[in-house]
């Protein structure tokens, strides 16, 4: 058991921020997708004519967005401890700003979430077999009862991971030449990430390619 140390005023604030940013960016996807998916179906004049009116919106979303990410990145720069440990975790290839932002909050600055085997299961990133008695009913997967928010983020800083040079491509590539399939190791990639912040955290050093992968 540990003593339940409440969020400070800064996290508090963040966390606001963030769930604005999020909200944003939903509304900007809701009016943005429907535009480009709809050009098969209408004629180009009427497309150009919902395109324009639809302009000043968009920009002014995109405005927004990006008033809130200058606001995060004040109140980052302004508190020396979320200073630091963002350096940290944004120095892990694939990991930006915004997973980065989700972990602090989702963990009250890894301070109720210190295992990084606790973050897989509450990011859905830890597989888990389903059993019945002692048999097991179906192929391991990941809890429905997930953050959904960070696992999304994971996705992409994986995503990005294996698009770029480097031993996390190597890895999906060779996984994936050995016939396992891609989301599995992906997954796999999502789970690497977890286990590299929590370890550049722990050793109060940037994230180092060359550092022990047993400690990354």
């Not at 975790?89 to 997973?99: M, N, W």
């Not at 992409?156 to 399939?181: C, F, H, M, N, T």
């Amino acid at each position: 058991m540990r003593l339940w140390q409440p969020p400070r005023p800064v996290i508090q604030q963040l966390a606001f921020l963030s769930a604005a940013r999020q909200r944003l960016i939903q509304v900007y996807n809701q009016l943005a997708n429907p535009l480009t998916e709809q050009q098969s179906f209408i004629n180009s004049t009427l497309q150009k004519q919902i395109l324009k009116n639809c302009k000043a919106s968009l920009v002014a979303l995109e405005k927004d967005r990006k008033a809130i990410d200058k606001a995060i990145d004040k109140l980052i720069e302004e508190d020396s401890h979320l200073k630091e440990l963002f350096g940290l975790i944004i120095s892990v290839p694939g990991i930006g700003i915004a997973t980065a932002t989700e972990v602090v909050i989702a963990t009250n600055e890894l301070k109720t979430i210190t295992d990084p085997k606790q973050m897989a299961c509450h990011a859905g990133v830890a597989p888990f077999e389903y059993r019945s008695g002692t048999s097991v009913r179906s192929r391991p997967g990941v809890s429905q009862h997930a953050r959904k928010r960070l696992k999304s983020l994971f996705h992409l800083g994986a995503i990005s991971a294996i698009r770029v040079k480097g031993e996390l491509r190597d890895y999906y590539q060779r996984k994936v030449g050995e016939g396992k399939s891609k989301m599995s190791v992906i997954n796999a990639v999502r789970n690497k990430l977890i286990h590299r912040v929590y370890a550049v955290v722990r050793r109060g050093e940037k994230y180092d390619k060359f550092y022990p992968l047993s400690l990354a």
